[in-house]
């Protein structure tokens, strides 16, 4: 295979980059071809970068992945099987059993597909799928972390558990209460659907389960009998949950292991966009630049796109028009810097980034009480025009959408996909995927099992490259957001090349990738409506 392509990237970064690395973490100055990074560093002291294990649920065998930008250590070693194995590795697919919920409507979602790649080292992503077993229905969720993994780890692992405790019954809560109070097992209040290789903390910390306790005690003192709707339960969650995180780190804490992973949670960032369908309401909740699109099949058979969040970006007119409400006229000019909140941040929602929301005088009195802050790799600063924080906020736009049998798809994804394909060129790969998928589906049809038979139907399926083919959807996305040119063609040797790039590359051509695709019940939906 040739290594043209992957000696042009080595060598156009090495003339074209300014970048800035500190610890774990890569803040860019220069702009890629294919995206661009979130956090821009004001000012910089060297630090050597730590060549980590890549952990994003799954950690490339060494000779797939180089560290080192010398060119005599740089060659193409992957074959066609062994790109595979890497696009592959972080797949998860889920079928959903047929169950029908509390409220008696049937279940709308047929199954789930995953898939993660990660350009960042520690990957900075994070993923969750789980189901409410007190309440009804499952959440979908893309997480988006910056300065770091641990914002997006802990938002991940904390968000669902809020929307769940924010949609139970006073009866529920009651339980919910009676059970701690007389320090018995909870019921339990969601059922995870993990790749095996997803990196987890712990479920809820002490710390973590005492707030959200807090959070249902408030909900207890409300006296709802059946709890907030959806969208109350979604603006609610994503707020409540950025506010603890805020305040955790404001509490004294004595286990130290807590004190400084609370510290890098509030420090780094993350951005959200959460999917929960129950039936056929489907709400999606979103804070920053993850996406979330319908595929839509028309009755002439024509497929189209159905946006259901907006960017939160200095691009977004709306979101432009929001943030100099909120600030003094004065501010106009440089509230938005080169596309940036204040010049630092792209995603004008997120959670954490308590640099850009507590004041100059809380950030100091935080971080004077002895942290090592360069050990934690939590870099100190202040935008040259921080005059009225907060500037940052994790509260989400919802949208509802009635599902109908038209309705095929649903795709979430960080904005390292979006960065690179457009919402109807990811339809299109959907769509592809599942022809694909129903010509390969094998006749089931009574006839024979002679050997002959046999050997005939194995070199037609050899013939046909099906044991190429991706078997999951967010993989096929992920192939073509790295490996197409700009003429959306496939090329082998970029695909390569872009997966074999040293570790203080790979995150100036491309962003991490995590995606996941949620496949509707066409009958179940319709059957709803029919009122079978």
Known sequence: MSSTVSYWILNSARNSVATLQGGRRLYSRCTSSRNTSKWRLLSWAPTT??????CAGFALPKAYRHTSTEEDDFHLQLSPEQVNEVLRAGESAHKILDFVSVSGVPNSVLRFESNQLAANSPVEDRRGVASCLQTNGLMFGIFDGHGGHACAQAVSERLFYYVAVSLMSQQTLERMEGAM??????????QWLKHPGDSIYKDITSVHLDHLRVYWQELLDLHMEMGLNIKEALMYSFQRLDSDISLEIQAPLEDEMTRNLSLQVAFSGATACVAHVDGVDLHVANAGDCRAILGVQEDSGMWSCLPLTQDHNARNQAELSRLKREHPESEDRTII????????????????????????????SVLERGFDTEALNIYQFTPTHYYTPPYLTAEPEVTYHRLRPQDKFLVLASDGLWDVLDNEDVVRLVVEHLTEAGRHKPDLAPRPAKLGLMQRLLLQRKAQGLHAADQNAATRLIRHAIGSNEYGEMEPERLAAMLTLPEDLARMYRDDITVTVVYFNSDSIDAYYKGG
């Open 337 to 364: 810097m080169e596309d940036r909140l204040l010049g630092v941040l792209m995603p004008c929602r997120a959670f954490g980034d308590v640099q850009l929301k507590w004041s100059k005088e809380l950030q100091r």
């Open 181 to 190: 109070e007389s320090m018995k097992p909870m019921p339990p209040i969601l």
């Open 49 to 54: 970068l730590k060549n980590n294990a890549l």
